[in-house]
């Protein structure tokens, strides 16, 4: 039977409380310290969101694989040297690499802090790599082959993301099993999530991350699949491999901290891939309170959410839920082509264009509305609003359609009230 389906929710939390306990730190919940906040957004991503279907799962993903090292398998483990702790005293030693850490120093690293079982396959990037440090391995335990991945960011120490990113994601757009979170002595913050890759459950594929925010910033992100690799690949165990306590363990070793600090650009997170874009200091709670504002009267609000630039909440007028989403976005000016490209231009400059579609192709019969606006000037300030005849992005439909008109949609999308987050 599944850890999670043998043991309930507070179980959970109470077995992370003790391996927190046991490993010396002390951790104590404090979901006060865990502030919710922005993620920083490339403007590569902006584009990707053009459709309307705005992401709302807090947390960061583990930095891509691109341009990575393919490390061979079947090398000797004798000729291997890990950074993870010295010889002769079993404690971290500094890396061999002057200007950080090299491919094989992370994998041998990985391979060492894991429990005894086949480590292969790594894809890994040394620290000297223009995208940063990163680290993935296929493990096996003999239960079955596993991919475990460690990746690295910083970000602004006791700022708004360290909160978002030890924070339990919001069930709404991120479904899973488990979450719990902690606070150490020394102001680290951790999180571990029993998740899912795929939000709609449509493949078994399980994720698990424990993700690590110290007090000096540096981010390390723990991810483990019950399959070989994170996508495309048949489920090879029931579980990840790696419990609750193994992940919070894994992700606070020492050496980590380490790798962070040896992230390119001095390890300072900028947004548009490095161009030097400002990030926006937008917060959800001011994009759901406009929200909440400009909803029609008649529509109850069942609950209600929000992160970033983004923001949602799930209303009912009497014939069933339905979930009305909203992304604020700034600096769009450089893809206006492509999202308005035939779009009605009002007398101020406004673009608006509305749609009627399908929302989440994966599950029959979702409707989703949208109202999509480009204000005139330089900032690029660009308000969607989106409707859906379902209660979350994965649900089945809960009435015929949206609670919201395409016209309430508009009005809302062109409201001055969003002038005031520009």
């Not at 949602?312 to 014939?319: I, L, R």
Request: aromatic share 4%; charged share 25%.
């Amino acid at each position: 039977m599944p850890e999670n389906q043998q043991d309930a929710p507070d179980r959970f939390e109470d077995r992370l409380t003790a391996a927190l306990r046991d490993t010396g730190d002390g951790f104590q919940a404090d979901r006060t310290a865990l502030v919710a906040g922005g993620q920083l957004r490339g403007r590569r991503a902006r584009v990707r969101r053009r459709a309307g279907v705005l992401g709302g799962a807090a947390g960061i993903a583990l930095i891509g694989v691109g341009g990575a090292v393919l490390l061979p398998q079947g090398a000797d483990p004798g000729t291997r040297r890990s950074v993870a702790a010295s010889p002769d005293s079993g404690q971290p030693s500094p890396s061999a690499t002057p200007s950080g850490f090299s491919a094989r120093e992370l994998f041998d690293t990985l391979e060492g802090l894991l429990p005894p079982g086949e480590v292969s396959q790594g894809v890994v990037r040394g620290s000297d790599a223009e995208e940063g440090p990163y680290v993935q391995v296929v493990y096996d335990d003999g239960d079955g082959a596993a991919a475990i991945g460690v990746g690295f960011a910083r970000v602004e120490p006791g700022g708004e993301q360290a909160g978002q990113l030890t924070e339990c994601p919001d069930s709404a757009f991120a479904p899973h099993d488990d979450c719990a979170t902690g606070r150490s002595a020394d102001g680290s913050l951790l999180r571990v999530v029993k998740g899912y890759e795929y939000p709609d459950r449509r493949v078994d594929t399980k994720l698990w991350t424990a993700d690590l925010v110290t007090a000096e910033g540096q981010h390390i992100s723990v991810s483990e699949w019950n399959s070989p690799a994170e996508k495309d690949r048949p489920v090879s165990r029931e579980e990840p491999p790696l419990s609750a306590a193994e992940l919070r363990e894994l992700v606070s070793a020492e050496v980590w901290r380490r790798v962070a600090d040896a992230l390119p650009e001095n390890g300072k997170l900028v947004e548009d891939g490095g161009t030097g874009a400002t990030p926006s200091s937008v917060s959800g709670e001011a994009v759901g309170d406009t929200l909440a504002g400009l909803l029609p009267d008649g529509l109850e609000v069942v609950r209600r959410g929000g992160e970033g630039e983004f923001a949602y909440a799930v209303v009912d007028d009497g014939e069933g839920e339905s979930l009305v989403q909203v992304n604020v976005q700034h600096g769009m000016n450089d893809v206006a082509g492509q999202l308005y490209g035939s779009a009605e231009t009002l007398a101020d400059g406004t673009r608006v264009t509305t749609r009627q579609g399908t929302g989440d192709n994966r599950v029959a019969g979702v409707v989703m509305w949208t109202a999509d606006t480009l204000r005139a000037g330089e900032d690029g300030f660009r308000v969607v609003v989106s409707a859906f005849n379902n209660s979350a992005g994965n649900a089945e439909p809960s009435r015929d359609e949206p609670a919201l008109s395409l016209e309430q949609l508009r009005k809302i999308a062109l409201s001055a009230e969003w002038d005031a987050l520009r």
